[in-house]
């Protein structure tokens, strides 16, 4: 089985051939090879939850070690804000972005103290994390989307009142069509969304599991896409560590001046959780870091 073929047996239908390893022309103009800034390199913090929940002070200080400077939080671990920022410049890395769920139904109030919270830590970005599954599987319905997307607007208009850039981060049920149309929830959300209220944080391996190239919503959202999470699809359509699954990063961040990216964020949902341990949590981390931080593009 050759490369293509093993990527079409790993991700969702139609989304193989976009697998592929680059070109010269994708390596920047003129076969240049550009990098990812290491400061632009970060963490989304749900990797290590449970390595945090047992020793929050040594693990962001390890994290320091391996080269963070920027993390993106998703909850304070059963800390209040102030007392999450205080560990953070302890030691010496910055939470410049948040996963945090806008109400359902949508209460001004209670995002608003969200919005300080997010301000006490220090966040630039502030993202909900999670959208597109009702109580009896994906949403297939379009009208719930809408709301939806009025209630992002909100939020985001919010935020950004409140010095904060408010963004929206997608899994797959997203990509599914609504009502037997060919429009899915996403672009309902990024079509209904004001860009100046809603940016877009994308999870490559969530959208390549909803059949979607990450490459396409570049070209078809360009300057949006302000942050991706960046985690690797094995041969089994399941994780992996960055530079170890099937995707072609670099052929995706051939793009990143086009796409408007500002962080890349290493993400492994299932780092930490049984059979994998807390340690292994952080030796994505590890990987992740020094896998960006070498990729050449």
């Keep these: 089985m050759n490369r293509r073929q093993l990527l079409g047996a790993a991700a969702a239908a139609g989304a193989a ?137 909100r939020a985001g208009a919010l935020a950004r009142r409140a010095g904060l850039d408010f963004g929206y981060h997608n899994h797959h049920a997203e990509f599914f069509r609504q009502n037997g149309t060919s429009q899915t929830g996403y672009d309902i959300i ?30 078809q959202l360009r300057g949006r896409i302000k942050q991706v999470h960046v985690k690797d699809l094995d041969v089994n359509a399941s994780f992996a560590d960055p530079g170890d699954g099937l995707i072609d990063f670099g052929r995706i961040f051939a793009r990143s001046r086009e796409a408007g990216l500002i962080e890349y964020i290493v993400e492994r949902d299932d780092a930490g959780s049984p059979p994998r341990t807390p340690a292994q949590a952080l030796d994505t981390a590890r990987v992740g870091f020094n896998y960006l931080a070498g990729l050449r593009f």
């Design 190 to 219: 990024t079509g209904e969304t004001d860009p100046r209220n809603v940016h877009l944080e994308v999870d490559l391996f969530w959208a390549f599991r909803g059949a979607h190239d990450p490459v396409d919503l570049i070209s």
């Design 17 to 153: 051939s976009t697998l592929a390893a680059p070109t010269a022309a994708s390596a920047g103009a003129g076969g240049s090879l550009h990098r990812v800034p290491r400061d632009q390199i970060s963490v989304q913090l749900y990797t290590l939850r449970n390595q945090l929940q047992i020793d929050l002070a040594a693990s962001l200080a390890e994290l320091a070690e391996i080269g963070y400077s920027r993390v993106e939080h998703a909850g304070f671990v059963s800390r209040t804000a102030a007392e999450f920022r205080a560990a953070l410049d302890a030691a010496g890395i910055r939470a410049t972005s948040g996963h945090v769920g806008i109400p359902q139904p949508f209460d001004a109030n209670v995002w608003e103290q969200a919005l300080e919270d997010a301000n006490v830590v220090g966040n630039h970005f502030i993202v909900h994390p999670f959208f597109g599954q009702g109580p009896t599987g994906p949403i297939r319905d379009a009208a719930v989307y809408r709301a939806f997307a009025r209630d992002l607007n």
